[in-house]
């Protein structure tokens, strides 16, 4: 990288301050996405549907978001590793760009129905695929790897600032027409596309020298597991979150258990993140010292109890309150895991080893709300959050005793072995 080791802001960056404006615009496009996409098939389905099937469809828009995860990922990883990193995320703002303009088109000719709001959610899955593997491994690029976890800080309060303000954008904005967040989306992807095209080529490390593409990726997979720090980090999220995954459900809570609208729904989307970016201040500023393994399944563990309170909850401020608390212990364990996790990578590796993480991050947000989806349409939205909230907690305690590691994990110093590569 062109920047010295002298810089103690990332902000003294440029390549970073346009990564980062760039992370803000795309994250408040999808989550306007998010509010808009989950509401438009929620209120469609509802016009033919019961309740239970309603609920079933939305999560199975978060399975066809998860399909091409799981199928591209992998490869991507390859990708990032060879390719500039730089272009496999603008191309894959330019699939969601795409994305968003049809979505626009369909609301303003009424042309709307599941079939193609499905195709559109397993499409923005593609572009997800792509852009966040690329996205994890092009950071540590863009800093001084002693300034990584303060980067790391920044990256998700930028975020966190789009899951915070793109909720409630997307609510007003569907409130004054179907079609109006569709284009605000676009808009903010142009703006995020704009900065990407910014960020000047930086420096990389080599990378191995694999026979062939399937086993550069099962090099990958193979680090992992071997590495058992970052393989409990990894998994931790998808099986916690996975089962602890509340907000697939929140269209259900706005109309149909607290009655708010799709104004309230912005609001109640936009609540966890609120107390995931107060946390991101601090975490940016302060930071964690000691003791970071043990943080990190207490925070954990309050996700776990805060996904139950909202699940019980009948009023709004309650329900609030419970679902920024979530917000806050998952923002202390995404911190946690993501440092030691790119701490504990080469870079050689780091497209590979994010693609890995994106999957299992992934898994646990889209196979979360399939598994919400199902569980309500068994037993009913209160129990499915309910019981996800009891499964989080015993995830935690099951995972603090089969990864020691991770339990025992004291600090973000860089592991001797990567010393003097990274620094």
Not at 217 to 228: A, C, E, I, S, T
Not at 298 to 309: E, K, P
Not at 342 to 362: C, E, K, N, W, Y
Request: hydrophobic letters at 55%; proline letters at 4%; glycine letters at 8%.
């Amino acid at each position: 990288m062109s920047q010295t080791s002298a810089n103690t802001s990332v902000f003294a960056i440029p390549n970073y301050r346009f990564f980062w404006v760039a992370k803000v615009s795309s994250t408040i496009s999808q989550m306007i996405l998010v509010i808009a996409i989950g509401w438009l098939v929620y209120d469609t389905a509802r016009q033919t549907m019961d309740l239970r099937q309603s609920a079933f469809l939305l999560g199975m828009i978060g399975l066809a978001q998860f399909l091409p995860l799981i199928t591209l990922t992998l490869p991507v990883g390859y990708i990032a590793d060879r390719v500039d990193r730089r272009i496999i995320v603008r191309c894959a703002i330019l699939l969601e760009m795409l994305c968003a303009g049809t979505l626009a088109f369909l609301t303003m000719t009424d042309q709307v129905n599941l079939p193609a709001l499905f195709v559109v959610a397993a499409l923005l899955g593609v572009g997800r695929a792509f852009a966040s593997p690329a996205l994890s491994a092009l950071a540590p690029n863009l800093v001084p790897l002693r300034l990584l976890p303060t980067a790391i800080a920044w990256n998700s309060l930028a975020w966190q600032i789009g899951a915070v303000g793109g909720p409630a954008i997307g609510g007003y904005l569907y409130a004054a027409g179907t079609s109006v967040p569709f284009i605000g989306s676009a808009v903010m992807l142009a703006i995020s596309l704009g900065c990407m095209l910014l960020v000047t080529p930086v420096k990389r490390s080599a990378v191995e020298a694999a026979k062939n593409p399937w086993q550069s990726v099962l090099n990958g997979l193979k680090y992992v597991r071997r590495n058992k720090l970052v393989l409990g980090a990894i998994s931790l999220d998808l099986f916690a979150v996975l089962l602890g995954g509340a907000t697939a459900l929140l269209p259900v809570y706005a109309r149909d258990i607290l009655m708010v609208g799709p104004d309230g729904l912005g609001h109640l989307r936009a609540a966890p993140a609120v107390g995931a970016m107060l946390t991101s201040v601090f975490l940016s500023r302060w930071g964690l010292s000691r003791r970071v393994g043990p943080k990190m399944f207490a925070a954990v563990a309050v996700f776990g109890i805060a996904t139950i309170i909202f699940g019980l909850s009948t009023n709004l401020w309650l329900s609030l309150g419970a679902l920024a608390v979530l917000g806050a212990a998952d923002m202390i364990s995404v911190y946690v895991r993501t440092s030691l996790i790119q701490l504990h990578t080469p870079d050689s590796m780091r497209g590979r080893v994010s693609s890995v993480a994106t999957l299992f991050i992934s898994g646990s947000n889209e196979l979360g709300e399939a598994e919400s989806g199902v569980t309500a349409a068994w037993f009913g939205a209160v129990e499915a959050v309910v019981i996800g909230g009891i499964g989080a907690i015993f995830i935690t305690i099951f995972w603090a005793w089969r990864f020691p590691e991770l339990w025992k994990a004291d600090s973000f110093d860089i592991p001797e072995e990567l010393r003097e590569k990274t620094t």
